[in-house]
Every structure is written in C-alpha cells, then in structure tokens.
C-alpha cells in the first residue's frame, strides 16, 4: 500500500522511518488524531485545524510537535478545499484555515492512527469495520469527551513524560471507560453535518466542536485553555 502524506497540523514531516503502527507495541515519537466525517470539507476540516489551534495554544508548536492531526472523509472529496463558511468559522477562532485539501478515507490513515475521532456514530462504526484493530482507539467526538471528563487527570503520566506518552495513556484509559459511562440520548454523540447550511448554522456546529475538543485538548496537554 502507498502510504498517505505525513500529516497535517502540529507534527508535520516525521521521516518513514519513525512510522510505525499503534496496534503491534513498536515505539513511536509522534501521536496521530484522525478527524474523520463525510466529505472531509466541513466537519472534520474544522476538528482538524481547531485541535491544531487549541494544542498550539496551550504547549506552543515545539511542544505540541509530538501530535499529528489529519482528517478525512468516508466519503471523502479528495482533493478539495474545506467549504467557505467552515474557513469562516476557524476565522472566528483565531484557526489557520490555509492550505487545507480534503481526502477520501484510506486504511493507511486508519493503521497510522493512534485516535480516530469521528462526527457520528455512523462514521465510528464505518472507521471500526475496516479493521485494522481500531475498534479500541475509535470514539465519535462527543463520546471520547465524555470518558475524557470522567478520567482523574491525577491517574495519567505528567506532562513532564511528554504530550506523547500522556496522549497514549489517555486513550487506554477512555476505552477502559466506554460501556459504563453511556450516552443519556442517541443524538448526544453526533456533530449533524452544517453542509450547505447558512452560515449561522456552520457557527452552531463550530461551538459544539469547541466545546467538546476543549477538554481533550486539556486532559491531551495537561494545561488548561486561557482564561
């Protein structure tokens, strides 16, 4: 298989020889976040630079450097821009929308992912029926934010250890969670899709996603966002 560009985001430009997968135990220096939606030019391009954004923020790019965050799409319009008003929407939050391109969903972004992150249930269930042992490090957003705001930030290695290692540490400990903390209603878990929307809807969706990544970018970095 052809492997998928380095990324995109904080992380950029690791050599092939520091890729390795999650699943088989082999060390890595670097932790991927897989946004994933639809088309790859609303939701998930929004996720993408917003966690960029919100990680640069709290550790500055130097220390943010171990995180890799890309997105695509299950139906992904590969090659594209993200939509106009999902640019506007990073504006309102100081994002750097520039450069984006979208792709389709591939297994190597799947295997190359260490959390996959996804808008809907219906997108988590696709990512995990392509295999690749992903079912453990796959949530919707909404979801992982919820386990992540059950977890003792006391119980995960200190940001001394590195965002890497911690990242790591928080993923096993939401999978552990999944199954007993569940959902109050089906929609809890779904970002709906702003495609086509006016933009008043498109800054709806992009609060709900700010909402939900600012507490995993806190317990990811271990610093919270700025007063």
């Known amino acids: 298989m052809t492997a998928p560009d380095a990324g995109r985001g904080i992380g950029n430009g690791e050599s092939a020889a520091e890729i390795t997968t999650t699943f088989v135990g082999l060390p890595r220096d670097s932790f991927r976040i897989l946004h994933v939606s639809t088309g790859n030019v609303c939701r998930s391009p929004i996720t993408e630079r917003l966690t960029r954004h919100l990680v640069t923020d709290r550790l500055?790019?130097?220390?943010?450097?171990?995180?890799?965050?890309e997105s695509a799409g299950t139906w992904g319009h590969e090659g594209a821009p993200m939509e106009a008003n999902a640019e506007a929407v990073l504006?309102?939050?100081?994002?750097?929308?520039?450069?984006?391109?979208?792709?389709?969903?591939?297994?190597?972004?799947?295997?190359?992912?260490?959390?996959?992150?996804?808008?809907?249930?219906?997108?988590?269930?696709q990512v995990i029926s392509m295999g690749h042992s992903a079912g453990l490090r796959t949530f919707t957003l909404k979801e992982f934010t919820r386990l992540v705001r059950a977890i003792d930030p006391a119980t995960l290695p200190p940001t001394s250890e590195?965002?890497?290692?911690?990242?790591?540490?928080?993923?096993?400990?939401?999978a552990a969670l999944r199954g007993w903390l569940l959902a109050p209603t089906a929609e809890a878990d779904e970002v709906y899709d702003p495609y086509g929307a006016p933009l008043p809807f498109f800054r709806s969706i992009g609060d709900e996603i700010h909402e939900a990544?600012?507490?995993v970018v806190t317990a990811l970095t271990g610093v919270p966002a700025r007063m």
Not at 60 to 69: E, I, N, Q, Y
């Open 162 to 174: 590195g965002v890497v290692v911690r990242a790591r540490a928080l993923v096993r400990a939401a």
């Open 213 to 215: 990544l600012d507490p």
């Open 60 to 69: 500055g790019a130097f220390l943010g450097g171990g995180l890799v965050v």
């Open 91 to 125: 504006a309102d939050f100081g994002a750097d929308a520039s450069g984006f391109v979208g792709r389709e969903l591939l297994d190597e972004h799947v295997i190359r992912a260490d959390l996959v992150l996804t808008a809907t249930r219906d997108h988590r269930a």
